[in-house]
């Protein structure tokens, strides 16, 4: 079974969440996961629950309750029936300084709270021209994951920063290599993730390492995410 799932990041008005959500198809064989903004999050879950569509938040904190005004808990994300939350996404790192530490508290709580995880890693250009990228993704896999011994409700996304937004996936054989250092490191589901659309994910998802796709921009439009998932329906 592969996973594809949406990122819809900070985009689209409620209306538009509305009419994506109505119009995505389901998948008899793999997992869908749509991961739209929090606010949307439970309306979006009314709509897709007879589909078999899996839904999350992109971002949770790792206290239960108190008073962190704008934060949401996974507490909170359990108690309103949603199935996933994504936990160390690069653009949470770099606009909101997320460190590994902070990542791993998070990935604490929503293992407590019986939420299943995509975990996000990659490295940015500058490591990966200085050929440091094995090295910072095994750094950051192994200080997230310290202290927690049952993997069961994780997955990860290796997200190349440089590839995330620009066009520019990462060479399914370059990220099929990192695939498999991380599950020599952890062996749980790898998805790729970073520049992902209709046009590359064939190949992607044909590598034997790509678990699934985590998909940002190409998941705002019904039409490609559907293809997607119309692609991943026949590997
Ligand atoms: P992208 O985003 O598909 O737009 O590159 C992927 C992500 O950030 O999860």
Redesign the pocket.
Known sequence: MKIIAG?W?MNLSLEEAIFLSENITSSKKNEIILFPPSLYALKVKEIVSEKNIKVGVQNIFYEDFGAYTGEISCMMVKSSKLDYVLIG???RRKYFFEDDIIINKKLKSAIKHGLKVIL?VGETLEERKIGNHFEVVKNQVLSSIEGIDNFNSIAI?Y?PVW????GINAKPEDANEMHKFIKDIVNVKILY????NEKNAYELLSQEYIDGL??????LNYISFNKIIEISENI
Do not use: Q
């Open positions: 990122n990041k996404h690069s653009e996000c996304a997200e590839a995330i937004g620009t993730g970073g520049s992902v985590l998909i940002g921009g190409a998941s």
